[in-house]
C-alpha cells in the first residue's frame, strides 16, 4: 500500500482527532484528581455531605440519598486513592495523546495497547449499568483501537539516514 499526500493528511487528522480526545480526558481526570484530594480533607468532605443532604431537589432525592450515603461509607480517606488512580490514567492518557500528537509509531501501539485493555471493563460497565455516555465511551474506544491498529499496520516510508542531512 502506497503513501499518498491525501492519506497521510487523513492520518494527520484522525490522529489529532484522537489526541484532543485524549487530552480533554486527561484535564477531565486532573480535575477528579484535584477535587479527590480534596474531598481527603475532613472539612471539606463534610462539607459536600452536609451541602447535599440539605440540596433541594425533588426528582432527584433517592439518588441524593444513595450518593450520601455512599459517600459516608466510603469516607474521606479513600478519595487519596482515587486522586491518586486518576493521576496515573491522566499520565496514561496525555503520553498517548502527546506521542499521537507527533505521530510517534510507538504511540499508536501504545494506545492500541492501553484503550483496548480497558475494553473488557468498559464492556461490562455497559452491560451491568447502562447509560448513553458508557456507551459512547465504549464505541469510540473500539473505533479508536481499530482504527490505530490500521494505521499502526501500514509500512511507513524509511527514514533517510544521517548522510541523507549533509
Known sequence: MTHTPFAESQHNVGLR??????????????????????????????????????????????????????????????????????????????????????????????????TGSLIPLELYEVLERFNWIKLAVLVANIAIVIYLVRIAMQPRPPKPGPEAAH
Open 17 to 114: 482527532v484522537i489526541a484532543i480526545y485524549k487530552a480533554v480526558k486527561t484535564v477531565c481526570l486532573i480535575l477528579v484528581a484535584i477535587a479527590a484530594f480534596r474531598l481527603n480533607e475532613q472539612q471539606n468532605f463534610e462539607h459536600l455531605v452536609h451541602w447535599l443532604e440539605h440540596l433541594s431537589l425533588t426528582d432527584s432525592s433517592s439518588l441524593r440519598w444513595k450518593l450520601v450515603n455512599a459517600l459516608q461509607q466510603f469516607g474521606p480517606s479513600k478519595f487519596v486513592a482515587i486522586g491518586i488512580v486518576a493521576l496515573v490514567y491522566a499520565a496514561i492518557f496525555a503520553t498517548e495523546g502527546i506521542g499521537l500528537w507527533l505521530r510517534k509509531h510507538w504511540a499508536e501501539w501504545f494506545t492500541v495497547i492501553a
